[in-house]
C-alpha cells in the first residue's frame, strides 16, 4: 500500500523550522524572502542565518528569541516571524524585536550611523484586532512615511503582515511566486491543493514524504 506523504505544517514550530530554518532549505527561505521583497530590494542572492537570540542591555531585561534572523548579501536585516494564536498588542512586539538589529548594527569608536535596511516579516494565522483601511486586503506593508505628504521618511524600518486567513485566491487564480507561498501558508491539509512544478515547491514536496 503506497502511504501519502506526512504534511508539514507551517504553523508549528517543527515545520516553520523545516521548511525555513535549515542550511539545506535555505533556498526555500530565500526564494520566500524575494517574493515579497525583491521589488523594493532587488534580487536578493544570498543570505546568512544569524543568531536568532538576543539579549537586553542589562540582566534584567527581556531577551527576544526570533524564529529567523538572517542577514542579505548587501547587509540588510530580515526577521522572519511565524505567529499561530492571536496576540495581543502584537504590532508592538514587531516594534520592539527591530530594535535589535538595529541596535546591532551599532560599533565602537568613529561611526556616523549608517544603518542597513531591517525587515520584519510577520506571517500570521489570525487577523490583526486593528481594522485597516481595506480589511480583506491580507498584506500590509508599513514603512516611515511623512504623515502630511506621504512621502517615505526612511526605508530603513519595514514591516510586513501577511493575514493568512484573509487570503481568498482559490488555486486556479494563483499567477505570482508570492501568491503561491501565501497559499502554501493557507491550505496545509491537502498535498494536491499546491503547484509543486517549480524546483522550490518540489522541495517543498520532498520535505513532506521524509
Known amino acids: 500500500m503506497e502511504l501519502s506523504p506526512r504534511n508539514i505544517n507551517p504553523f508549528t514550530d517543527f515545520g516553520f523550522k523545516k521548511i525555513f530554518g535549515e542550511e539545506a532549505t535555505k533556498d526555500l527561505l530565500l526564494d520566500f524572502i524575494n517574493s ?41 536585516r530580515i526577521i522572519v516571524e511565524m505567529q499561530k494564536a492571536f496576540q495581543l498588542n502584537f504590532k508592538d512586539r514587531s516594534l520592539f524585536y527591530t530594535t535589535f538589529p538595529v541596535r546591532d548594527q551599532a560599533i565602537v569608536g568613529d561611526w556616523d550611523f549608517e544603518l542597513k535596511a531591517v525587515y520584519c516579516i510577520s506571517i500570521l494565522d489570525f487577523k490583526l484586532k486593528d481594522q485597516f483601511s481595506e480589511p480583506d486586503k491580507f498584506i500590509h506593508r508599513i514603512g516611515l512615511l511623512d504623515r502630511d505628504t506621504g512621502e517615505r521618511f526612511s526605508s530603513k524600518l519595514n514591516f510586513i503582515y501577511l493575514e493568512v486567513p484573509k487570503f481568498g485566491l482559490s ?30 515547491f518540489q522541495k517543498l514536496w520532498t520535505l513532506q514524504k521524509s
Open 171 to 200: 488555486e486556479n487564480q494563483l499567477g505570482t511566486k508570492f501568491e503561491k507561498w501565501v497559499y502554501l501558508f493557507w491550505s496545509t491539509s491537502s498535498d494536491s491543493r499546491i503547484d509543486y512544478r517549480t524546483k522550490y
Open 36 to 76: 515579497i521583497l525583491s521589488e523594493e530590494t532587488g534580487e536578493i542572492t544570498s543570505l546568512e542565518y544569524s543568531k536568532n537570540e538576543h539579549l537586553g542591555l542589562g540582566e534584567l531585561d527581556r531577551k527576544v528569541v526570533f524564529d529567523i534572523y538572517c542577514i542579505t548579501d548587501k547587509g540588510e
